[in-house]
Each structure stands twice: as C-alpha cells, then as structure tokens.
C-alpha cells in the first residue's frame, strides 16, 4: 500500500513536469515559459546599463568598438570592413534575433517546421513562387562578387557568434512562446530578405484580372477604362526633359497580343496604395545654399520596426542610416559626402505565361513550334508534428508554373494567381543589389551614384540622391526587361518567343535627371516619366496624388530648412478631394436632405481637405467617395466567382469630372437611367447613414483620427505586445499615408553642407524584446511628426554626451 | 529545515540548471530529512513558491516590470501583471510539493 502511494506520487509528479514541458496546440508550454529560472521572465531588461562591456569572439580580426547614443543605436567603429560586417550581423542578432529567424522562415516557406499544417498553405504559396529558387540564383550572384563574399560572410559569422553564445534562457521570448530554438544563419537567408522586398513591393499583378476584364468588356472599353497614361499625372522625370541617348529597337508585338487586342468578340491583387516619398530640394532652394533630401518608405509598420538604424565607421566608409535586419550594409542613409533615399518603382517585372502542356505527365510544353522539356523542382515542406510535404513545381523556360491545377490553390486568397500559368519574375534572376548599397555607402558624388545603380536588380526603385557638391538627381532605377507596350498587361501565350522578355533596358537610359531648373525632384511611386520615354515600363503606377502635392508645394518653396522638411512628411492635404470635391457638391441635390444630412453637408462644405485626426470633414469625404466609387463600377465588376479588376480612381474621376451621362453610372437593375448626379446623391445618403449606424448622429465620434484606427502590432499580433488603437491623421493618396497598420516607417530628412546633419525617427525602437526599454521608445516621437536629430560620431573617442554605453568587441 | 534546504539548493541550481532540477531537490531532500506526508508537501510548496517569487522579482523589478504587464495580456485575465507572479509561484510550487511529497512517501515505503 505505501509502496503504491509512493509510485503514485511520483508518477503524478513526473506527469505534471512533462504536462508543464509540453506544447499543447497553440498553447506554448507552461512550465517552460512561466518559470523564472529560464522563462520569459529572464528577457526582462533592466533600465540599469552597464557603461562599459568587453567581449571576446571568434574570427574577429580586430578591434571593434560600438558605442550606443541614448536610443540604444549603435555606433560602429571597425578597423577593417571584414569586422564592420561582422559587428553589424552581431549587434543586428543581438536586437533582432527572433525577427531575423521568422522573416527568413517565411520568405523560405518554413512557417509550418514551427507553426504546424495552418502554415502550409503560406508555405506552399511562397515554395511554388519560387522564393527559394530566386534566392539561390541571387546568391550565386552575391558569391561571384569578390567584396560582396565577404561582407556576406562576415555578417552571417557575427550573426552566428551571437547565436552560439546564446544560452536557452536568454532566447528572445517569441522563441518561449513558439517552443523552438534559434538555427544557424546562412548567407542564403541575406539574399531571402531581398525576395522579401520583391515580394511587397514587386510581386502583385493584376493580369489575371485584367485578362478576365478584357474577356468580359472587349478591348474598347478596357482600353478606355485602364488607359496606359493616366487622366492626372506629373510624372517623376520632369515633363519634358529630353532623352540624351538612342534607344534599342523596340520588340514587335507578338502575334497572339494583335489578335487579342484586335478581336471583336464579345465575351484581387496588387495592393493599390502601397508607396513612399522622396524628394530633394537644390542648394538655391533651401536656407543654407546646399540640398536638403528627404525620405519616407511606406510599408507595413510592426514591432520590432522592418528596419534598424545604425552608424557604420571602417577606413573605407562612414554612414548613417537604417539596414534591412538580416542584410549587410545601409540601405536609406547618407555620408558626409551624399546622401540618398528610395521609392517603389512599380515596374511591369512580374508576368504570367499560359502553358500548353503535351499530356497530364507535363513533362513537356509546347513552344515556339516544338515540345519541350519541362524541369521538377520537389519542395519537401516539413511540418510540426507531422510527415513532411513533398511538393513537386513544374518550371518551363520562364519560371514556376505556380499553380498547376486548382487543388493546389488555397480556398482563399492568392485570386490574382491563374491556374496553369508559368510565372516569368524578376526575383527569380541573378543578382547582387547589396552592392549598391555597398557603393552608395562609401558614394562621394554624383558618379559614384550613377555607377552604384548599375547594381541593382529588384524590386526597382526611385534613387534619390542629394551631394555636399550640390547635385540633386533622381533615376527610377532596376533591371527592366525590354519589352513592346503592354507586354505584360494581359495573361501572355507562353508558346510564342516573341512574348518572351527580349533583353533589357540599358542601366544608362533607365530615366534619371540631375539638376532640373525647376530646382528640386522627388518621387512617389507616379509614372517614372511624360509619355515620350521610348521604352515601356508600365502602363499603370500609384496615382499621381501625393506626388502632385509634393510637386505643388515644392515648386512654390523658398528658403527650405529642415524642419519644412519635416511639417512636409507630415502634410495631410488631399488632392483626391481637390480633384473631386467641388464637382460632387455640385451635383448633389440638396434639397430631401434629412437633418444629419444637412449637418454632414455643412461640415463638408467648410472641410480643408486636410486629413487630420480631429477632422470631421475628412471622415465624410472619405466615406462618400468610397461609397461613390464602389456604386458607380460593382454593379459591373463584382461579379460572383469571376475576378476582375475595378478602374481606378484616376479613371473615376475623369469620369465624374468630363462624362456625366456615361454608360457606367446606370444601374441596369433599374428602369431608370441614372447619371452622375444620381450617383454622387445617392452614395452621399448611404455614406451619411453608415456614419450614422457605427457612431451615432455627426459629431465627435466621426473625428478621421477615431475612424481610421491605426495601430502597430507585434509581427506575430500578440495582443499586447503593440501600441494598441491611437489616434492619427493621414490617409492613402496623402503625403503622411498612414493607413491603419501601414504608412511611413522610416522618416528621415538630411541636410548636405560641409556639416552634414541627419534627422530621422521610425515607429518603434532598436530592440525587438518586448522586455527592453529600447521596444518602443521612438514611437511617441514619430507618432507626433517630430524628427530625432542623428548622432553622427566622427571618431570612436569623440565626445558626447548623448553616448551612454560602450561595447568592445576583439578576437579570441 | 526541509523548507530552507530545498529553498537554498534550488536558488544556487537556478543559475546553471534547468527549473525542474528544483523538483528533484525537493524530493532528494525529503527522501532524506522529510517526516510527514503534509509537512513535507507544504516545505517542497512553500520553498519554491517563495524561490521562484524572489527569482521573478529580480529580473521584473529593475524592468518596472514592462515585460510582465505585456505578457499579462496573453492571457485570458485581467491585465495585472502580479497574477501572472501569483500563476508561475503555483506552478512552481504545485512542482515542488508534489516532488517533496513524492520524496516522503518514497522513504516511508522503504522504512519499516
């Protein structure tokens, strides 16, 4: 009897601690992560810093020397570049270890080796892309480059001198919940960053949709409602420089493309909003006589922030600015020679081929008059508590076939994807666009700059580029394939070469221009160029609102310092609304407007225009236009089970603005035959009474600020561990395109001269432990529009105040 | 004496050891020094019940505790971080008592 007592207790003892051990579902394991020994209550840091740390590690060459300002950014002294990269990857895993480990896990499709079967579908998604595939030829790219080899290599033997010195209970706390361990960092992981980037800011389309359009509408009214140059637009590359260069033949359309476009038989997903800012003023603009630049990238704003700001000192180069966490090098930064910033290009470099295949064994497909062989690329997909995927992709010439059969695409999302089409991307080429970095890191002038560009690859972007020397330039600068106009618009036949990609556009005539009379240039995300740049490169691009704006206000400026600089990034001022609003209020009939009708119009008569948290005005503006929009093209584009792509509101506009009694605003539903005037009333009604619905009769519950909702989450969402909602102003199409989780996440403002000064601010913090005092601390001053001026140490012993810590690093 | 013993061996095995070795001690312990069945239960608690207190103060209380009223948030309860002290010193102490326990009961089946 005692002995079974006894058995009994330790056997429910032993269950208990292995219950306490384990990952139940979604449950990380209890005892694991509450216990203070090695749980999460060890990622607790302490607001006490210790002034002075010395450390010993493997393969350092020589000394390094970081110093850290009061924001906990670090100062980077090497004496060789073989350190400086070694020290970034170490300091770089030391902040953002656990961040480093999920966006290269998710470029790679390695979510389910952690998350278990509900990451499978994401997984499969980014295998079938051909994330891996790309990453490997950009490696390849990155290891022919004697310089390159090394940077990458010293970055990812710092990153790992930091994992291996890793004990469990110093895991960053994402690893407690998730129940898994740091792995090694690999060289490939670098190159996953930059398909990260390809993928966000190159890898949406909308062929399929538009293919689908074409089939629906005819080439005649697709051709009048998606025009290849905007309504409204002030192109990038001032309107009318010329072209100093003569261009490559243009490639003939290919025959199936004249007869699709030709034939008169009637038969979601790029991300519209997506962009960022630039702009550099010239020396005869601004108040010190030298230029100013200014940048600010829009992307998804999380904890920890996409980027990591650091100060970076070897005998080659001295810059400040932010890095990719996972990636060598500055990448939005400056010198005290130059300085420099980038915008999405938004270049056709993403197209779908159909591909007729032989037999069900798709072992050949036919092109250009014969079959040819396919190749099989098997993915093996391992999964959390389960047998591993193997999942085989077919690639012809062009690339993936992404989705073969319409099993493999997941029940939602991923609409944009047609099924049994090859995909031809830019991201899957050779490459080495860290070199651009490299170069423009160590850039002296305006040289330097243009060679720098010659580098890069994907996913293009605007330059921008201001210089003590005081030149200004700006290039929408990639590798972009030469192609006939509207390559790429449609779903492309893969059997005719002639829809092959036919070469590129030279590096020296993508468009750039340097030092324009009008004395300033900027980008954001508009046509690169007025419409007699010879080659194609899209035939649609971000409407041209925030960059008129910019445009605007630039083109009036004098005497710019910084800080107009500054108030600019934060401009809320709509140009949709400009656009659109006087011509809406005209035909509105005002007479039946019911009591909180009449108020709302009221408030909108004497709104500004400026989308500021408080503004009443702006909510009712941007809910009628919504609700304008959407009644003006659903009844004709959202069809049930087919996917087409709705006009833009460049496209609405004209419509409002010069064809009220167009075909497009009659409800065929309706004997009637609406026009303008019957939409703008009636979407004003149901815009007033969805108001109304959510948040009471017109008042201080309609403030933009308490409707928009913006928050920052964790990049896992776990609640707690973001900002939670707060209110803010700015808007998609506004120059501060904060949207609710998505807008400015770095801006940065410098001003050339021989003391060069930098300012800048991101969302968040340098550490990315929820635990540290450093998590969020530059959130308050970003959210408020203000800019932290950047400490820009000129040797490892100058002094200043603002330095609080000091680390060494040195060799074992 | 059973309580400080297991209390003084688990802190100094904390700092090179995985948690659970505390079960261990405690049941070492007991296996040697412990008398009763209840006695020995509420040492084994009560020690690491108070370890593991003092150990999450140190980390929490230079953080103003921060991480801990994030991680409260987590939970399907209110968002007071000392709840989330008061869970993991039960979870500890549960560990610990049940191993004492263990520990006494063991003894007992072997003596005469």
Known sequence: MKLFKALFSIAATLLLIWALQTKFGDIPPIGEFLNPVSGFWQNAESKNIKPEENLHLEGLQGKVTIRFDEHRIPHIFAENDHDLYYAQGYITARDRLWQLDIQTRSAAGRLSEIAGPKALAVDRYHRRMGMTYGAENTLKGIMKDPVMKVAIQAYTDGVNSYIHHLDKRDYPIEFKLLAYAPEEWKPINCAYLLKLMSETLAGGSDQFAMTNDLKRFGVKDVNDLFPDYPFHEDPIIPVGTKWNFNPLPIPKPSKDFITLMTDTIKPKERVPGIGSNNWAVAGNKSASGYPILANDPHLNLTFPSIWYQLQMVSPTVNVYGVSLPGAPCIVIGYNQKISWGVTNVDADVLDWYQVKFKDNTKNEYWYNNHWNKTSKRVEIIKIRGQKPVYDTVIYTHHGPVVYDNASQKPKEGHENIPIGDALRWIAHDESNEFKTFYLLNRGKNYDDYRKALTYFTAPAQNFIFASSDKDIAITPNGKLPLKFKDQGKFILDGSDPANDWQGWIPYDQNPTVKNPPRGFVSSANQSSTDQTYPYFINWRFEQYYRGKRINDKLTVMQKATVDSMRIMQMDNYSMLAQDVLPTMLKYLDPSNLDNNQQKALEIIKNWDKHYEANSIGASIFDNWWYNFYNMVWRNNFDVKGLYLKYPSYDRTEKLLLTEPNSKWFDDPSTNKKETCADIVTHSFHDAVSQLIQKNGPPGDKWQWGLIKETSINHLANLPGFGTGNFSAGGRAGVINALKSNNGPSWRMVVQMGPQVKGYGVFPGGESGNPGSYYYEDMFSTWRDGKLNELLFLQSPDEKSDRVKSTLTLSGK | ?112
Do not use: C
Not at chain 2, 49 to 54: A, E, K, M, R
Not at chain 2, 67 to 87: C, D, G, T
């Open chain 2, 1 to 112: 004496m059973l309580f400080l013993i297991i209390l003084i061996l688990s802190f100094i095995s904390s700092y090179f050891l995985p948690w659970w070795v505390a079960a261990a001690i405690a049941f070492l312990a007991a296996l040697f020094i412990g008398k009763t069945s209840g006695k020995a239960f509420w040492s084994g608690f009560g020690a690491i019940f108070v370890l593991w207190i003092i150990l999450a103060l140190i980390k929490s209380i230079p953080n103003d505790n921060i991480l801990a009223s994030r991680v409260i948030q987590l939970f399907p309860l209110p968002h007071q971080w000392i709840l989330l002290l008061l869970i993991t010193a039960l979870i500890g102490g549960l560990a610990g008592g049940m191993a004492a326990l263990s520990g006494v009961l063991t003894k007992k089946a072997f003596s005469k």
